[in-house]
């Protein structure tokens, strides 16, 4: 029925939303409601695809405003995002390959509502918490569900993390995020990111924020350049490949 998205079945109540390995999204069902984290590139209804796994009121949150996370709100009347990431998403709202693909739709994307650190998305058993993470971009969040002990971290907490973008942060920024993240950590075993295709272990965590400070302090020995559709930055490799810090 869905050609671009495979979904994976995390827990009995926890799917991944795999769209053509570019972008994941994720449906967290409790017993009362369920919530969507991100809603990928938006070519399939994701309000269906989650339709098919729940029936109880879908809760929308992007985790950042980029547009593998965003384009999917389509399918949607309300979003929720970090205030600092509004205009962000709205800029890329603004897309002339966007507005018209979605004209053609007859679609129009959701409206955002602002979602706070610190915040609970509560639905029923299973509440998440949100927790501001400025680096990748302004408003970027993460969300802990305690009770499965997972962090569900978008683009912030990832393998290979782009911090050379307009809207990136400074990296002492991010640093300061990730140290802010070091009280919870003993609350999760795992982490799903915004491009997982399987659950990963929470190390990831320690892993990266170590090479976040070590790009900080200017450790730069083994960096490569590294090419994307903006040009050319510079990669800070840790770890196993293809795990690297993207920054300018
Ligand atoms: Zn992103």
């Known amino acids: 029925m869905f050609e671009r998205v495979k979904l994976k079945q995390i827990k009995d109540h926890i799917w991944l939303m795999n769209d053509n390995d570019e972008a994941t999204g994720y449906l967290v069902v409790g017993s009362q409601k369920a919530v969507i984290i991100d809603t990928m590139n938006g070519y399939e209804n994701v309000k269906e695809i989650a339709e098919t796994l729940t029936s109880l009121p879908l809760i929308v949150v992007n985790t950042h405003g980029h547009p593998d996370h965003i384009y999917g709100n389509i399918y949607f009347d309300e979003v929720f995002i970090h205030p600092d990431d509004m205009a962000l998403a709205q800029h890329f709202y603004q897309e002339p390959l966007f507005t018209e693909a979605i004209e053609q739709m007859k679609l129009k994307p959701a409206a955002f509502r602002p979602i706070l650190s610190g915040e609970m998305i509560n639905l029923g058993e299973i509440e ?48 300061h995020s990730l140290d802010a993240l070091k009280g919870i950590r003993g609350e999760y075993d795992f982490i799903l990111t915004g491009h997982s295709r399987d659950i990963e272990d929470a190390s990831l965590y320690e892993d990266h924020r170590n090479a976040v400070k070590e790009v900080y302090e200017g450790k730069n020995e083994g960096d490569i350049s590294y090419e994307w559709f903006g040009g050319t930055s510079k990669a800070h490799p840790y770890g196993i490949e293809p795990r690297r810090i993207v920054y300018k």
């Open 128 to 175: 998440l918490e949100v927790y501001g993470v400025p680096g990748h971009t302004p408003g970027g969040i993460c969300l802990l569900d305690r009770r499965d002990r997972i962090l569900f971290t978008g683009d912030s907490i990832i393998e290979q993390t782009w911090m050379q973008l307009e809207e990136s942060m400074p990296m002492e920024v991010f640093l």
